[in-house]
T-cell receptor, first 115, second 113 residues
Framework: AQSVTQLDSHVSVSEGTPVLLRCNYS??????LFWYVQHPNKGLQLLLK??????LVKGINGFEAEFKKSETSFHLTKPSAHMSDAAEYFC?????????????FGAGTRLFVKA | DGGITQSPKYLFRKEGQNVTLSCEQN?????MYWYRQDPGQGLRLIYY???????QKGDIAEGYSVSREKKESFPLTVTSAQKNPTAFYLC????????????FGPGTRLTVL
């Protein structure tokens, strides 16, 4: 069965320090994995995606994520947090199955950035 | 300028009224989706459509209805049967294939007075 677990509901960092948002998944097949960001009262914006090519994926705004099949993880990182990074982040898994593609959203991790 | 639009941005409804939320995309995507988001929670799938004139219920379809008469449009009606409709509603579209991401609109915040 397909599932996504974001291990932290809230993460707080100081500006200029590294960011780590954790995501574990389960999938019966080779999944596609995505990270989205949502600022308050806005839609979701794609940060990056993994599609079975390079396991280290670089995204926008300095974010990157590493696909680790052995650990079934897809953690999101950024070397140095900026105040503008404060937002909600969603890990998403998508895979094909009977009836088409199924997409599962994680519950989200809210990132707080302290000055 | 390609994208996905939702209107209105804010919507107020009296109890017992039906309201329709608009979603339009010019990305030539086959699939479109409606999600509901409540404060502090993730996204829950209401309805989705993979092709014109066809749609399927998601996880929380009760009290909602949709139509897909055109590829570009996927309106959502929140009926009076939806007991707790106050929420943030997000529409998304997606191209074919497993590697394509969903593109999201800016959302509509519905408040029942």
């Amino acid at each position: 069965a397909q599932s996504v677990t974001q291990l932290d509901s809230h993460v707080s960092v100081s500006e200029g320090t590294p960011v780590l948002l954790r995501c574990n998944y389960s999938s019966s097949y080779s999944p596609s994995l995505f990270w989205y960001v949502q600022h308050p009262n806005k839609g979701l914006q794609l940060l990056l995606k993994y599609t079975s090519a390079a396991t280290l994926v670089k995204g926008i705004n300095g974010f990157e994520a590493e696909f680790k099949k052995s650990e079934t993880s897809f953690h999101l990182t950024k070397p140095s947090a900026h105040m503008s990074d404060a937002a909600e982040y969603f890990c998403v898994v998508s895979e094909s199955g009977t009836g088409g593609f199924k997409t599962i959203f994680g519950a989200g991790t809210r990132l707080f950035v302290k000055a | 300028d390609g994208g996905i639009t939702q209107s209105p941005k804010y919507l107020f409804r009296k109890e017992g009224q039906n309201v329709t939320l608009s979603c339009e995309q010019n990305l030539n995507h086959d699939a479109m989706y409606w999600y509901r988001q409540d404060p502090g929670q993730g996204l829950r799938l209401i309805y989705y459509s993979q092709i014109v004139n066809d749609f399927q219920k998601g996880d929380i379809a009760e009290g909602y209805s949709v139509s897909r008469e055109k590829k570009e449009s996927f309106p959502l009606t929140v009926t009076s049967a939806q007991k707790n409709p106050t929420a943030f509603y997000l529409c998304a579209s997606k191209g074919r294939g497993p590697y394509n991401e969903q593109f999201f609109g800016p959302g509509t915040r519905l408040t029942v007075l």
